[in-house]
């Protein structure tokens, strides 16, 4: 599976890895809900650290599309709110 | 839906509208197809089991014939030899056979006019059927190239999230240069307006140089309160009453310009 953290590249993450993600995933998508800016970047932060530890760079001469992305790791909640409106995060 | 997933589609929707995960319809036709060879070789099986009914009639009309046949025999010989009793029982029973063979060709006809039928049916769904397999090999082959079309769109998927990846960043140093330089410009402000000290214009920051400011600020108040005491008394207009020595002297400066100006 491979996940990007955007602004940082890709990284090759084992299946199994995902469980261990998921929890912090559902931490950042309640901290965005309720507002919790500590809470948000926390979970963030502990998500981002688990990719890096967890997996290894992807070779970045292959282009390959991510099944996964995640927001940069000094994203604010606001920026991520904004990244999952309409606008999104590419422009056009 | 998780956030991951969220800001994954997200992205892929924008980097590319073309992907389309749907199953694979091939199959699904292919599936479609073998129903209709199924129920193409049930009619057929139909079609042969009438066909062997109809022969099996046939040769027990041909068998009972040929018994027929035999009785008429042995009725003419039993008459040759003038046993009319023999000859009667060999008719009555040829009577019976007639019967039979009547009935049996009657189901025969029956069952070659159903057999007629069903091969018909046979025939047009076998036309149908080799419609559809053309029809089937037709879109399999659009589709095949439809995905490869895709396999294109999800290439194009990659280089839009490196796009966007990169985009972001730039757009992420061009945010913070902004608001670098929006705090810079209220900086400025703020020191014009006076509200900030200016730090470079502080040469005396410690707490030395402010008590002597503080000295130098109080002997100054000092200084203005004794000129107003001193004020208060008429002779001191023209010893110390800086403010009425410049308003004459204004005038005569004024008056020695306009002099000194004319030719």
């Known amino acids: 599976m491979i996940v990007r953290i ?16 998921n929890g912090l995933d559902t931490q950042i998508e309640s901290a965005i809900e309720s507002g919790d800016e500590a809470m948000f970047r926390t979970a963030l932060e502990g998500l981002l650290a688990a990719v890096r530890a ?7 001469e292959s282009l390959d599309e991510s099944d ?19 606008d999104g995060l590419i422009p056009g | 839906m998780s956030l991951m997933k969220r800001i994954s589609l997200i992205f892929r929707s924008k980097a590319s509208n073309a992907l389309d995960r749907a199953e694979d319809p091939r199959q699904t036709l292919d599936y479609s197809y073998q ?7 049930k009619v057929r099986r139909g079609v042969a089991d009438v066909a062997t009914s109809r022969k099996r009639v046939e040769l027990q009309i041909k068998q009972l ?29 040829k009577s019976g056979l007639t019967t039979q063979i009547t009935d049996l060709q009657a189901q025969r006809d029956n069952l070659q006019g159903e057999e007629e039928k069903l091969v018909l049916a046979q025939q047009r769904l076998q036309t149908k059927v080799e419609a559809f397999r053309t029809r089937k090999e037709t879109i399999k082959a659009n589709y095949t190239a439809a995905e490869a079309q895709t ?35 209220a900086i400025d402000e703020l020191i014009a307006s006076g509200a900030l000290d200016d730090a ?58 306009t002099e000194g100006g004319q030719p």
């Open chain 1, 6 to 21: 955007l602004g940082e590249g890709q990284y090759d993450l084992e299946d199994h890895a995902l469980d261990a993600l």
């Open chain 1, 54 to 60: 967890s997996g290894t760079h992807h070779d970045p």
């Open chain 1, 68 to 86: 996964l992305i995640l927001p940069p790791g000094d994203a604010t909640l606001e920026e991520v709110r904004e990244l999952l409106g309409d």
């Open chain 2, 35 to 41: 129903r209709q060879l199924d129920l193409l070789s």
């Open chain 2, 65 to 93: 014939e040929q018994q027929s046949a035999k009785l008429q025999g042995q009725a003419e010989k039993a008459i040759g030899v003038g046993r009319e009793d023999l000859a009667r029982e060999a008719l009555t029973r």
């Open chain 2, 151 to 185: 396999r294109i769109g999800e290439a194009m998927s990659g280089i839009g999230e490196e796009m966007g990846d990169v985009g972001l960043a730039i757009q992420r140093a061009e945010d913070k240069t902004a608001q670098l330089q929006a705090r810079a410009g």
């Open chain 2, 200 to 257: 470079s214009q502080l040469n005396s920051g410690d707490d030395i140089a402010r008590e002597l400011d503080a000295l130098s600020s109080g002997s100054d108040v000092e200084a203005e309160l004794a000129r107003l005491k001193a004020g208060s008394q008429p002779q001191a207009i023209e010893s110390g009453g800086d403010i009425l020595a410049d308003e004459q002297a204004e005038p005569e400066s004024a008056r020695r310009d």
